[in-house]
């Protein structure tokens, strides 16, 4: 059968046509959806269950799940003054305490960490067990991160992206007033969601200050492969496109984050919640417009921005927002 010849900027620009290019991948990474999976699966009206946190930063999500019996709450103190018996460790992980004060408290516990941070926790444990000092390179305030660092459970241990913020400012071997160096062995592991660029870069300053003087320094890349995938689509796009809409809830910081990128690398970028707020100016001169969209965005939002954009004569993409692929498992 003949292959249909693939369409370049070059061709749109000769026939005139404006099209909306859909990031390969976007929306829902595969461990959200699984947890959606879990807890949607386990709730009923009559039966409800309280995600410890936020379970997803998208307003639409969250409105949609309180109706199946899905209610956050912000620790298991308000849970139980709510009522609920049900409760739930969102895809983001949380520090073992949790899963045994609610047993304490005679309350059920669903589990929907992923397991691409369940793998995270146990590596921080291991590195600690083989007396590294850990270093957790992501957000402190992060759950994800702060999990992680209570799996770890030691002293010897910090969250920060930042070389300035690390308890040392000297290498290894080195003197003077004020000097501050680290241990003989560092290991470091990423929040999932990081940026591979920026940890490398991090990885690589935090390198030189442990490896003289004998010092051991260990990097565990542990962004997970549904966000290297995201990451690696985006850039994709960079080059076919003149405008990029970041689709995501206004709390959502790795929807930011993508249009953060696109802005950086000589896009126009905007981060919208909603179709709505698409100024119709953005559109103007533009030929070809790049969809991308943060892990909390479902797909019906993705689609209402494509079909707003389609009703302003951009020609949507010939597959859909996404080809599912309901078999799916990323690398460990
Ligand atoms: S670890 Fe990756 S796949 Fe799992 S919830 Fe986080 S972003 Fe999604």
Redesign the pocket.
């Known amino acids: 059968m003949p292959v249909a010849p693939v369409k370049t900027s070059t061709d749109t620009a000769i026939t005139g046509e404006r099209r909306i290019i859909v990031a390969e991948e976007l929306g829902y990474?595969?461990?959200?959806r699984?947890?959606l999976d879990i807890i949607e699966d386990a709730a009923t009206p009559e039966s409800r269950v309280a995600p410890i946190g936020d379970i997803i930063h998208n307003p639409q999500v969250v409105h949609r799940l309180r109706g199946q019996g899905v209610e956050g709450a912000q620790d298991l103190d308000e849970a139980e003054s709510r009522g609920f018996k049900r409760v739930a460790i969102t895809?983001?992980g949380f520090g073992p305490q949790l899963a045994q004060e609610a047993s304490t408290r005679g309350l059920e516990m669903i589990d929907t960490t992923?397991?691409?941070?369940t793998k995270v926790q146990r590596l921080a444990q291991k590195l600690v067990k083989q007396g590294y000092y850990l270093v957790v390179y992501g957000d402190d305030y992060h759950p994800?991160v702060q999990g992680v660092l209570n799996w770890a459970s030691t002293s010897k241990a910090v969250a920060t992206k930042k070389i300035e913020q690390l308890p040392w400012n000297a290498k290894r071997g080195e003197t003077g007033e004020g000097k501050i160096t680290p241990p003989r062995k560092v290991a470091v592991v990423s929040q999932?969601?990081k940026n591979i660029d920026e940890l490398m870069e991090f990885a690589n300053a935090l390198q030189a200050m442990v490896v003289p003087n004998g010092g051991e320094f260990r990097l565990c890349n542990t962004i997970?492969?549904?966000?290297t995938e995201r990451q690696e689509a985006l850039k994709r796009l960079i080059g076919e496109v003149d405008l990029i809409l970041a689709v995501g809830g206004r709390k959502s910081s790795n929807t930011a984050r993508l249009a953060d990128v696109g802005n950086q690398r000589g896009v126009t970028s905007y981060h919208i919640e909603r179709p709505e707020e698409i100024d119709p100016d953005w559109l103007e001169g533009v030929t070809n417009v790049g969809v991308t969209a943060g892990?909390s965005t479902p797909d019906d939002v993705i689609q209402e921005v494509v079909d707003y954009l389609a009703s302003n004569g951009f020609t949507p993409p010939e597959g859909g927002i996404r080809p599912v692929d309901e078999d799916y498992v990323?690398a460990f």
């Open positions: 990474c595969w461990g959200v699984r947890a895809a983001h992923c397991p691409l941070v994800e999932t969601t997970c492969e549904p966000t892990a990323p």
